[in-house]
């Protein structure tokens, strides 16, 4: 039986072509704003006390241990003592991993560390100096394992899985460069990583490829996934980069070679899925599938209950967890088993992640189900950028002809995703109260009888289509609620016309005059509602929003300029009545009380000045005003490949962790005074350049 509940699902996915192609739009009283930006700011700021040695970390082989190796290498040892050819690309089936050791690496430089990511590992920040550490961090030391007895508790490994590239089946792909070296858990959060090197030599799944990866695509990455960690926006990290002098890639040109670090609670992507679909292999669906939810998701019971009503996800905004694994709910039909629910659970974490990106303007560029993460992670940093102007349309890729992965495609394509996720769990949520049960569980062809499979594939369908509304719900209500946030209102206030009236026009002036999507909110931030209290007050700050310098596209064109100002007048009028609306209700108008001359506007409201300090503060704490752009990041590149450079990386680095800062320069964080450079961190959170904005990337890496 083959599984293709495909044309009812897309159908969802047609759907989808909602508001958000152009995106949207409280504050919160105070407190909830804080802890938004107390979320935010978890890891990268929290002290995390001393932490601990490399040696003294937790290390443990659960994905190894639980799941079947390449029968080539049946052991690490046989892995061991094979030569590098026999470790060389090819078909392997049956297995999800193949024991691999990384290449060795000769003088290799650390160029930089996150320092956020040693916290979150559970890492004392002193580690980085050890030679332990340098060693690890490109393959040379291998943990758990001893080279001279052939045994140990674990052994590195390299994943396989397959994945639709750019809609189409691309057969078995797996990691061809990248190698994980062991699961470690941090002794203060309980929090386990599986933690991989990036770019460290060949394995069974590089294809035509070399294994490698170049410093300039190892900077990209280094810096984007601690970035959007500092965001909030769930990702995978990035510990180190290290530069291999000896190493020169080929690629378009020679470049040089680098291994960066990174760790992910689980490397584990819908392609893990996909490759076991294409081959037909139920008895691995099912296990990797029992394993994703006992290990990954930490058991049957943390996996969401059915909603009241599953045609009308926003009547159930909290779904009941606590489900024993053996409960089925739901009519006859459309019964939900312990996979449905792991369906729908993985639905929910990529609905949320894409209501981020959506929310903050960043694109992943390449998001095919290869780079789709089971743990709703951004993953797979080839051609990604945040948005400079907001242009719907914009794809980072320069390969993406179709605009397939462009900004406004990308709640689709996870959704197209998820329905190729669907498939592949296809039989064990549409096989319900009977998935423990012959055929599902003793047969290697499944139903092969039509009548038996009928019913089977139609409660698949339903399920796959019920939780295509569940992703649309619980995408549209996290990204009213950022957009919400961005803007300075009260999520839990919400008004349903603040979609139409506040969000949709903001992103169409955005569009249309050409505006920075980033820059807009950081500016917004900064501006005091009494600095807009009329009409020609609106006017001249509307100009705070537009290039300077004559900068924008009708440079020449006076009238045009005045109209584009007009246009953005308009809007912050509206979003000021807006906030009046939330702040003004604060209790807290100061003495003199709210017709008090030091409060904003006239009018319909008006919001004391101490409230509207706080609403600003707030403001800051989830608008960033530093964010990775292509630009800095060629920037970057070029300064550290070409100017050997070093400094710079970690200024950036230090940066990208602390991105709703005005300023970093002379500053203390963290008890440590950061020096800094004051020229370029003004340059990084200005105007981008008018030649530099927008740009695209190749997938070359
Ligand atoms: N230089 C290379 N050597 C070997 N395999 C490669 C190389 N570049 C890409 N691949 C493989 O091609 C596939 C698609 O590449 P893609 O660029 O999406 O991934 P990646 O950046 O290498 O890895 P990841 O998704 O783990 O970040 C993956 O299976 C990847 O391992």
Redesign the pocket.
């Known amino acids: 039986m083959r599984f293709q509940p495909v044309a009812r699902c897309l159908a969802v996915a047609q759907q989808f072509r909602g508001p958000w192609s152009r995106s949207f739009s409280a504050f919160t009283n105070p407190a909830a704003m804080a802890a938004m930006a107390a979320a935010n700011n978890s890891s990268s700021s929290s002290a995390s006390g001393e932490g601990v040695t490399l040696a003294a970390l937790p290390k443990s082989w659960h994905f190894t241990s639980s799941l079947p190796p390449d029968s080539h290498f049946p052991t690490p040892a046989d892995s061991h003592k094979a030569s590098r050819e026999d470790l060389g690309p090819r078909q392997v089936r049956g297995a999800l991993f193949t024991w691999v050791r990384p290449e060795t690496q000769e003088d290799p430089e650390l160029l930089a560390v996150s320092p956020a990511a040693m916290r979150d590992l559970g890492l004392a920040q002193s580690e980085a100096e050890t030679d332990e550490f340098r060693e690890t961090v490109v393959g040379n030391k291998i943990h758990g394992w001893d080279s001279e007895t052939l045994s140990g508790p674990g052994y590195p490994w390299a994943q396989c ?1 397959g ?1 639709f ?1 750019f809609g189409d089946w691309a057969g078995q ?6 190698i994980s070296l062991f699961e470690s858990t941090n002794p203060r959060t309980g929090v386990r990583y599986e933690v991989q090197l ?1 770019g460290a030599g ?2 069974p ?3 035509f ?5 170049v410093l300039r ?1 190892s900077i990209r ?1 280094f810096i984007v996934s601690e970035a959007l960690n500092a965001l909030g926006i769930p990702t995978t990290r990035a510990l180190a980069i290290s530069l291999l002098p000896h190493s020169k890639v080929r690629r378009k040109r020679i470049e040089p070679g680098a291994i960066v670090v990174r760790f992910a609670q689980s ?1 584990l992507r819908f392609g893990n899925f996909d490759i076991l679909r294409a081959r037909g292999d139920r008895e691995l669906t099912r296990r990797l599938a029992t394993y994703v939810a006992e290990d990954v998701f930490g058991g049957w019971e943390n996996l969401p209950g059915r909603l009241d009503d599953p045609d009308d996800p926003s009547k159930t905004p909290t779904p009941q967890r606590n489900i024993s694994k053996d409960t089925i709910q739901g009519p006859a039909g459309a019964e939900e088993n312990r996979f449905a629910r792991l369906y729908r659970e993985i639905v929910r974490r990529n609905a949320l992640t894409v209501a981020k990106w959506q929310a903050y303007g960043f694109m992943n560029g ?1 998001l ?1 189900t ?2 789709t993460s089971l743990l709703g992670l951004s ?4 051609p990604f950028a945040f948005m400079d102007n907001f242009d719907p349309h914009y794809t980072p890729n320069h390969d993406d002809f179709l605009l397939r992965y462009s900004y406004r495609n990308q709640p689709t394509i996870i959704w197209w995703n998820l329905v190729r996720l669907g498939e592949a769990l296809g039989e064990l949520l549409g096989a319900a109260a009977t998935v423990d049960t012959a055929p599902f569980t003793t047969t290697t062809t499944g139903l092969t009888d039509p009548t038996a499979a009928a019913p089977v594939i139609a409660r698949a369908e339903k399920l796959i289509t019920q939780a295509g509304e569940e992703y649309k719900t619980v995408f549209l209500t996290e990204y009213k609620r950022l957009m919400a946030l961005r803007l300075g209102l009260n999520p839990a206030t919400a008004l349903p016309t603040d979609f139409d009236t506040l969000f949709s026009p903001l992103l169409d002036t955005l569009e249309a005059l050409e505006l920075d999507f980033h820059l807009f909110f950081r500016r917004l931030s900064a501006l005091p509602l009494s600095a807009i209290a009329t009409p020609q007050a609106c006017l001249a700050r509307a100009a705070d929003f537009l290039y300077s310098g004559g900068d924008n596209d009708n440079d020449n064109d006076a009238e045009a300029a005045g109209q584009q100002q007009q246009r953005v007048a308009d809007w912050l009028a509206v979003w000021r009545e807006r906030v009046v609306q939330d702040w003004g209700t604060l209790e807290d108008w100061g003495a003199a009380g709210p017709s008090s001359s030091s409060s904003s506007g006239s009018g319909s409201g008006a919001v004391s000045d101490k409230a509207d300090g706080e609403r600003m503060a707030a403001m800051k704490k989830v608008n960033p005003n530093f964010v990775p752009r292509g630009w800095i990041l060629d920037e970057l590149i070029r300064r550290v490949e070409k100017g050997g450079e070093r400094g710079v990386l970690k200024r950036a680095m230090h940066m990208a962790l602390h991105p709703f800062e005005d300023n970093w320069a002379g500053r203390e964080f963290d008890g440590v005074v950061f020096e800094g450079d004051k020229e370029e961190e003004v340059r990084w959170t200005s105007d981008v350049p008018k030649t530099e904005r927008a740009m695209q990337c190749s ?1 070359s ?1």
Do not use: F, I
């Open positions: 899985y994945g590239q792909l797996g990691d061809g460069r990248a990036k060949m394995t799944y590089s294809r490829a070399d294994g490698k990866a695509s990455e490397w390449v095919n290869d780079n993953m797979d940093y080839g997938c890496s």
